[in-house]
């Protein structure tokens, strides 16, 4: 086993994740990781039962979640490394997210079934149960159900090169700011939670910050950092060459903890190869726990 680490995992607890908790441990084992979290979206349900996998298979686990946030007008996503998922401020907030997002779901259902699209409330709901529904989520039941039926007009995202990024791309085409089914944003603030997570013993670090929702810039993360920031993921799928690069400055700057996470879901994000994260070392973890309230 050497050095290497992966802290932004998602299970199937999350809507969109494919492997169960138990799986994801026994695939770290095979690729030689030191440790990972599981970061499953707005939620905690992988705990405890990944630190009982962990510990029978060798593997550091690190408790953690990715929260849906909103900061300046824009989706920001926090990775949570060494929250106590026990704590009945995370129990609270993550309550408070998914009913939020249960919400905002079902309205991009209803401006999705007005423009004509075969979709039901019913079908979202089993497709993500217990969970909240993501807009990604929504997104693959369409385009399974047109590739399925042969739907004319959509060749756009299941042809060729695109269609592993198929729900992504429907995603901005249909639920981005200004498009066709998007909706007022219901998310809870940034600021506000970080806060509750450090609260809740958590080392808030803001994952993939040049995803095309994010873009965030040196001064949002110069403000972010005044409120309790504390990592940043740099090496993440969602960067190029160009903006590791952008963001390993900006961290080292701002003396962030630098991160790396593969977002590996399965299925939905078929580009992601388990282990193949190859920038993540376990000196990032060693500095995580420095930064711990």
């Known amino acids: ?24 441990v026994n695939l770290a084992k095979k690729a030689n990781l030191r440790a990972i979290s599981i970061s499953d979206h707005d939620t905690v349900d992988a ?16 408790p953690s979640l990715e929260l849906t946030t909103l900061f300046e007008g824009r989706e920001f996503h926090l990775l949570c490394p ?33 423009l004509g699209f075969d979709i039901s409330w019913e079908e979202v709901l089993h497709a993500s149960d217990p969970y909240p529904p993501l807009g990604v989520t929504i997104a693959q039941l369409i385009l399974n159900k047109a590739e399925k039926n042969k739907t004319p007009g959509f060749s756009q995202y299941l042809d060729g090169e695109n269609k592993p990024f198929a729900p992504y791309h ?29 609260s809740a013993g958590g080392v808030p670090v803001v994952a993939h910050p040049g995803a095309y929702f994010q873009s965030a810039k040196k001064e949002d993360l110069i403000r972010l950092k005044e409120r ?22 900006i961290a ?24 193949e994260l190859d920038e993540g070392g376990y000196w990032m973890v060693e500095e995580l726990k420095k930064r711990r309230s």
Not at 2 to 14: K, V
Not at 190 to 197: A, E, G, R, T
């Open 228 to 249: 309790g920031l504390k990592g940043l993921e740099v090496y993440s799928s969602y960067h190029d060459a160009e903006q590791k690069s952008l963001y390993k400055s």
């Open 170 to 198: 429907f995603y901005k085409n249909y639920f981005m700011e200004g498009k066709p089914a998007s909706v007022p944003r219901r998310n809870v603030d940034l600021l506000d939670v970080l806060d509750k997570i450090l």
């Open 1 to 24: 086993m050497d050095d290497r680490i992966d802290l932004h995992i998602h299970s199937d607890r999350s809507s969109d994740g494919d492997y169960s908790p138990e799986h994801i």
């Open 47 to 62: 705990y405890p039962e990944t630190i009982q996998y962990g510990e029978e298979n060798g593997v550091e686990i690190i």
């Open 252 to 275: 080292e700057e701002l003396d962030l903890v630098p991160t790396a996470g593969s977002d590996f879901h399965g299925s939905i994000k078929p580009h992601i190869h388990f282990g």
């Open 82 to 114: 060494f929250i106590n998922w026990k704590s009945e401020i995370l129990v609270d907030l993550v309550r408070e997210v998914a009913k939020r997002r249960r919400i905002e779901a079902r309205e991009r259902v209803e401006k999705l079934q007005n």
